[in-house]
């Protein structure tokens, strides 16, 4: 059964650094992962997907990597800003027979204060 | 559509009554998914549809839980004898096939049962 866990589970940081968020799950036999973002209250939104054969991908201020021999996957921010505070949450799809089924972490909160 | 539209935004029930949560997926999207969403936890699969059938429902937790989506579009996650622990955001996710692509997210449903 996969299992996943996000390091820290919240980050207070000053406007302007660069930061990591960590997410590490127990079955490496994945199709893909996502990382989402969510604002108190609201629905996911979709960041970055990276499929099984990647090793990383980028939008903007964000780059997330995936080593899924070692079970890891890190979202980089650059320049955080506070419209970054959110809820950021990873998850790996499942195998090819679960559909694109995820299974999520409980998130890292990030405040990003001005 | 141009996203994944929930409704209602929130329900209020009581205990022992029956509701309905309805999903509209992305237009062409063949993959529907349920999932729940208790507070300061990440979401939890319920069920997964692939067209009309239900793919994967290993995420239901019990028989009082049940969903639809007889023309492969819309679906309808059905609670009956609701209960107090019941009360979550139900979130509901398409993509555009069950084969690992991204997963696009509705706004949610909160559900409190009083």
């Known amino acids: 059964k996969q299992e996943v866990t996000q390091i820290p589970a919240a980050l207070s940081v000053p406007e302007g650094e660069n930061l990591v968020l960590n997410c590490s799950f127990t079955d490496s036999a994945i199709y893909n992962l996502q990382w989402f973002r969510q604002d108190p209250g609201k629905g996911l939104t979709s960041l970055l997907l990276i499929q099984s054969s990647q090793r990383e991908q980028t939008s903007g201020r964000l780059n997330a990597s995936l080593d899924k021999s070692s079970g890891r996957s890190t979202l980089y921010i650059a320049a955080s800003q506070p419209g970054d505070s959110a809820t950021y949450l990873c998850?790996?799809?499942?195998?090819?027979?679960?559909?694109?089924?995820?299974?999520f972490g409980q998130g890292t909160e990030l405040s990003v204060k001005p | 559509g141009a996203g994944v539209s929930q409704t209602p935004s929130n329900k209020v029930t009581e205990k022992g009554k029956y509701v309905e949560l309805r999903c509209d997926p992305i237009s062409g999207h063949t993959a529907l998914y349920w999932y729940r969403q208790s507070l300061g936890q990440g979401p939890e699969f319920l069920i997964y549809f692939q067209g009309t059938g239900a793919a994967d429902d290993s995420g239901l937790p019990n028989d009082r839980f049940f969903a639809v989506r007889p023309e492969g579009s819309v679906s309808t996650l059905k609670i009956q004898r609701t209960e107090r622990g019941d009360s979550a955001v139900y979130l509901c996710?398409?993509?555009?096939?069950?084969?690992?692509?991204?997963?696009?997210f509705g706004q949610g449903t909160r559900l409190t049962v009083v």
């Open positions: 998850a790996p799809g499942g195998r090819y027979n679960q559909g694109g089924k995820l299974i």
């Open positions: 996710a398409s993509s555009l096939n069950g084969q690992a692509p991204e997963a696009f």
